[in-house]
């Protein structure tokens, strides 16, 4: 089965490929999903390259040591391997698992506007990033914002109050100097 090439308004981030695995053209595969080998089953993968995205087609994969490898149609040994490291990996949004009622993908958080219960507005949301404890926000300052601090922001019931995907802001118990 080939792919059609993909509207790139629809493709999601779901992995980065890593350094070569062995010597027949496996490589890394860190894993953007919270199940690190759920992203296998979101086929078709592609990978953006600099002239487009480009198919991606797993032909094996397996869990090695705390990681993940996999080797891939488009990379037939270790010398193209070693070309690889860093490309990113994508699918189209309709590969993904439904989510839970108050789930959300990163990558639909990302550029938000986030307001606290003052109504002020505290900036952006410009990436979020995982640590021991939880999640984290990174929110970075705008035109609007009401300084030019760029905060952290724990992902935590008590914190985040209200997604609003629609509106596409965020609203946060979290004072401006905080």
Same mark, same amino acid.
């Given at each position: ?24 053209? =496996? ?18 993968? =592609? ?10 087609? @797993? ?24 070309? $690889?490291?860093? @490309?990113? @990996? ?69 914190? @985040? ?8 802001? $965020?609203?946060?118990? =979290?004072?401006?100097?905080?």
């Amino acid at each position: 089965m080939t792919a059609t090439a993909p509207n790139a308004d629809q493709l999601i981030k779901i992995a980065t490929l890593k350094k070569p695995y062995g010597i027949k053209g =496996w490589l890394w595969v860190f894993s953007d999903t919270d199940n690190r080998a759920d992203v296998f089953a979101m086929q078709p993968w =592609w990978m953006k390259t600099a002239t487009g995205f480009k198919p991606l087609t @797993v032909t094996n994969w397996r869990e090695q040591g705390q990681g993940l490898v996999a080797s891939f149609k488009e990379v037939p040994d270790r010398n193209v391997a070693e070309t $690889m490291n860093g @490309v990113t @990996v994508w699918t189209e949004r309709a590969n993904l698992p439904a989510l839970d009622e108050e789930e959300y993908y990163w990558s639909d958080l990302v550029g938000l506007v986030v307001v606290n219960e003052a109504g002020e507005t505290l900036g952006k949301i410009k990436n979020l990033f995982e640590t021991g404890a939880h999640e984290i926000i990174t929110v970075a300052p705008t035109a609007e914002s009401i300084d030019n601090e760029e905060r952290l922001i724990p992902w935590h019931k008590d914190v @985040v109050l209200k997604v609003d995907l629609a509106a596409a802001t $965020m609203l946060v118990a =979290w004072g401006a100097d905080y």
